[in-house]
């Protein structure tokens, strides 16, 4: 079975700093590992995804993640917060293919200082 | 860019009504989901369905849920009696092919009283 730890239910950066979600995951089989976003009342954005081929990936909003399949992680990055960043952020997994069922960790709201 | 449109956005229901959610996905995709978002809690998955039939479903669909693709372009989610427990936002979504990810629809939010 497969799950997702986010530690940090909260986390609160200075605008300008640097963003850091921490996302492990546990699959029994190669993992699609994705991040998405939700702003207020509003559904879920995905932000970006790991498939295969390039462990580091890129998304929308100048954010990126690394897949690390040592450490089980597909930790959040981004270099500066900015204010719009503001937002819970999901990491999820599926087993295979992408379109299998998703797996959502607890989530982080993030909150930035201004 | 392609959405997944949900409606109603809010709905109020007393308990043990019955209530349909709907949902259009996105026109050229295959996979249908159901998620639900209890308040303050993780989104969980409730069910998947594809070449009109259930793929897979958790232990939260009961024999009181339902899916239907009626006419070829909406989805629908109905809960025949509602509990207070069924509060919740339910999110629809949709995938084409292998690898792309899910397109999230705005989501519904059910409040039962």
């Known amino acids: 079975a497969q799950s997702v730890t986010q530690l940090g239910s909260h986390v609160s950066v200075s605008e300008g700093a640097l963003v850091l979600l921490r996302c492990n995951y546990s699959?029994?089989?190669?993992?699609?590992l994705f991040w998405y976003v939700q702003y207020p009342n509003q559904g879920l954005q995905l932000l970006l995804k790991?498939?295969?081929?390039?462990?580091l990936v890129k998304g929308i909003n100048g954010f990126e993640a690394e897949f690390k399949k040592s450490e089980t992680s597909f930790h959040l990055t981004k270099p500066s917060a900015h204010m719009s960043d503001a937002a819970e952020y999901f990491c999820a997994v599926s087993e295979n293919f992408g379109n299998e069922k998703l797996t959502f960790g607890t989530g982080t709201r993030l909150t930035i200082i201004p | 860019e392609p959405e997944v449109t949900q409606t109603p956005s809010h709905q109020v229901t007393q308990m043990g009504q019955e209530v349909i959610l709907r949902c259009v996905p996105i026109?050229?995709?295959?996979?249908f989901y159901w998620y639900r978002q209890i308040l303050g809690q993780k989104v969980e998955f409730l069910v998947s369905?594809?070449?009109?039939?259930?793929?897979?479903k958790s232990e939260i669909f009961d024999d009181q849920f339902s899916v239907e693709r009626p006419d070829g372009s909406n989805f629908t989610l109905k809960i025949r009696s509602t509990k207070l427990e069924d509060s919740a936002m339910y999110f629809c979504?949709?995938?084409?092919?292998?690898?792309?990810?899910?397109?999230f629809g705005s989501g519904t939010r059910l409040t039962v009283v």
């Open positions: 790991y498939t295969t081929g390039a462990t």
């Open positions: 699959s029994s089989v190669p993992p699609y």
């Open positions: 026109s050229n995709h295959l996979y």
């Open positions: 979504a949709s995938s084409a092919l292998v690898g792309n990810g899910y397109t």
């Open positions: 369905f594809y070449n009109n039939e259930i793929s897979e």
